[in-house]
Every structure is written in structure tokens, then in C-alpha cells.
């Protein structure tokens, strides 16, 4: 079965600190792995990673697939209480439709 | 941008009622979902449609089905609502080849009672 694991599950930092969270993933037709942020209602895209080794950014986020060892990593500096949210990772398969099976999600907290 | 829509954001039913759910989007995308989302479990996939008229069954779709009769539209369909249905109900859609993942509806939220 297809699986996605994230931690931590959650996780309060002060403002300014430096956060990683972490997905491992075990998924039999690998196509690609993407981060969401997701406040109060729908989740919103960060990143879609297909290669490893090869980072992607925006701003003070960014993130990295190390399809090897079958895990990403996504990465904030310097937080701001506004990075406060439900942090989704996400695999899709190859085949039909692109599904995604999403892991728990990690809680992130920024706090003053 | 894509949008989509889903026609509640919170709704209220009885047990064993018939409940519609319904998701609209506007950019002629091929592929589009219905996931529920429970604390501690995350989303969980009900049904997906990679055409008009075609559905596939996702990881969980016991109590539901779908309907997919135009492009731009896919209802999910309680049969006999139960209390266990009470969940945040998200639709999310896709193109083909799409490099940006997908795009969420902001939920409904269910509460069966």
C-alpha cells in the first residue's frame, strides 16, 4: 500500500528560527512529490519536485527530493507568524488522472 | 487562475439523508478529485474522474458515489448519510501533464447529525 509519512506532526518555533520538515514516501509508480501550506481552508502549492538532488525556492522556502532514499525535506527561514499552518506533502502516481496520496501533515506554530 | 467551486462551505444533514455535494471548476481541466480530511488521518481519496462520465474509485469510497455528466462539474453523492460522513470535504482538479499539482476547492464542511 502507498504510503506517505510526514513529521514532526507538529511543532512551535519562535519567530526568526529556522524550520525542516520532513516526508518519506513509499509509492509503487513514482511520478513526482509536492508541498502544500494549508491555513484555514484549501490547501495552497508550494513546490512540485520530480528530481533529485535539485532544489527548489521561493523566498524563504525550499525544498529537495532525494528520490534514492525516498524522502524530501522543505525548509523556512527566518519564520514569521504568518508561516503558522498545516503543511502537506504529497506524492502522484504515474498512470491516470494523477492521483495524490498525502501524508498527515505537519503543524507548524510560529510564535512571537 | 482556476477556480473552483464548491456550492457550500458548511452544511448541516440528518442521518440518512441524501446529501449532493457539489464542485464546479472553470478551466477545462481533465482531472478532478473528491478527498475528505480528518484530524490525524490528512486527506483521504473518495473518487476521481479523468473524463466526463468516467470515475475511479479512490482508497476510501464505501457510502459514497459520483457524477461526472459535464466537464466542469463532479458531485459527490452520499447515498444515506451517516454520522461518520461529518468531515471537511475537499475537490481539487488537474490538467493533463498539469506541473503545478492541483488546484483545491475551500471545502465544505459536513456535519451529519
Known amino acids: 500500500e502507498d504510503k506517505v509519512v510526514q513529521s514532526p506532526l507538529s511543532l512551535v518555533v519562535h519567530e526568526g528560527d529556522t524550520v525542516t520538515l520532513n516526508c518519506s514516501y513509499e509509492?509503487?509508480?513514482?511520478?513526482?512529490l509536492l508541498w502544500y501550506k494549508q491555513e484555514k481552508k484549501a490547501p495552497t502549492f508550494l513546490f512540485m519536485l520530480t528530481s533529485s538532488g535539485i532544489e527548489k525556492k521561493s523566498g524563504r522556502l525550499s525544498s529537495i527530493l532525494d528520490k534514492k532514499e525516498l524522502f524530501s525535506i522543505l525548509n523556512i527561514t527566518a519564520t514569521q507568524t504568518g508561516d503558522s499552518a498545516v503543511y502537506l506533502c504529497?506524492?502522484?502516481?504515474?498512470?491516470?488522472?494523477?492521483?495524490?496520496?498525502f501524508g498527515t501533515g505537519t503543524r507548524l506554530q510560529v510564535t512571537l | 487562475d482556476v477556480k473552483v467551486t464548491q456550492s457550500s462551505r458548511y452544511l448541516v444533514k440528518r442521518t440518512g439523508e441524501k446529501v449532493f455535494l457539489e464542485c464546479v471548476q472553470d478551466?477545462?481541466?481533465?482531472?478532478m478529485f473528491w478527498y475528505r480530511q480528518d484530524p490525524g488521518l490528512g486527506l483521504r481519496l473518495i473518487y476521481f474522474?479523468?473524463?466526463?462520465?468516467?470515475?475511479e474509485k479512490g482508497d476510501i469510497p464505501e457510502g459514497y458515489s459520483v457524477s461526472r455528466e459535464k466537464k466542469e462539474r463532479f458531485s459527490l453523492i452520499l447515498e444515506s448519510a451517516s454520522t461518520n460522513q461529518t468531515s471537511m470535504y475537499l475537490c481539487?482538479?488537474?490538467?493533463?501533464?498539469?506541473?503545478?499539482?492541483?488546484?483545491f476547492g475551500s471545502g465544505t464542511r459536513l456535519t451529519v447529525v
Open positions: 478551466m477545462d481541466h481533465e482531472n
Open positions: 474522474s479523468y473524463d466526463v462520465k468516467m470515475k
Open positions: 509509492v509503487t509508480n513514482f511520478r513526482s
Open positions: 504529497a506524492v502522484e502516481e504515474t498512470g491516470t488522472a494523477s492521483k495524490l496520496t
Open positions: 481539487a482538479t488537474s490538467g493533463q501533464g498539469a506541473r503545478s499539482g492541483y488546484t
